[in-house]
């Protein structure tokens, strides 16, 4: 049987639909351009970032919610479309009688339209994907403090340095113990460099409120990234990559004071106060308030089960 949209239709028709396939595109822009608009305001917050976490408290973390939120709402858009579309054909289309409808194929514009349109929703996504990495990467030339983060098995060090690189300086360190978590103070407002190594074996740096982590190697990898805290405040810190028996204990915390408060802190730091002592002098709390030294729970009797079979 011969599909009756083979038949030639009248050139009044193709016109029409032609025109039809035109204003579709128009909404297509029209739509890109509105959620453009959309991104800048704050949407995101109504809806409580569409599952994004809502406490990024660096210049980067805003970055990526950004673009979360904006791809949340291009999608949103395409799926309100493609549904609009389908409750529409499922009641405009629906069986009226045994007559087969009318049998569209080869129909160029809508052909050209829905392969187009993907493409340019997927090249709009990876651009602004690839604009949001790069500056999360982003790393400058002359960062206004220098990090050096050493974690080993199962805590960490942080070392503030002179300049960037493994040839750089320490001039004021704080570690970590099993009876103190590591604080480290960093100022807001000012570019941060972390630089990371590590004395054993994998672990990973991680504080959620950066909405970021990155794995610290042992070995030659000096695994480097910068952040610009917005916000002052304490934020627990955590090893991100399972590393052994303590590894979900090997906490610490940062510290984002004010720029003034953060250079009292270092000058405090370099003039041999321990880490405890410069906290107090700036009037902040000499220990974590975040979490706690980590307690191995073990002793003679726990250990070694008493009750149990193992004896
Ligand atoms: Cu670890």
Known sequence: M????SEVRPTARRHSQRSRAGRLAGL???GAVLLTLLAG???GRTFHGFGWPQHGITEQSEKMYDLWIASTIAALAVGVFVWG?????IIRYRRRGDTLPVQTRFNMPMEFLYTITPILIISVLFYYTAVVQNGVDKLS???????EVVAFKWNWQFNYRDG?????NTVASTLGTTDLIPVLVVPTGKTIRFEQISRDVIHSFWVPELLFKRDVFPGKTRNVFEVTVTSPGSYVGRCAELCGTYHSMMNFELRAVTPDKFDQFLAAKR???STQDALIAIGQSPTATTTDPFQTKRDLQNFNNTTGTGR
């Open 2 to 5: 011969v599909a009756r949209g």
């Open 28 to 30: 297509g822009v029209s």
């Open 41 to 43: 305001c704050d949407v």
């Open 85 to 89: 579309l389908i409750f529409w054909c």
């Open 141 to 147: 030339k002359n960062p206004d403090v220098n990090v």
């Open 164 to 168: 960037k690189g493994p040839e750089a």
């Open 271 to 273: 003039a041999g106060k």
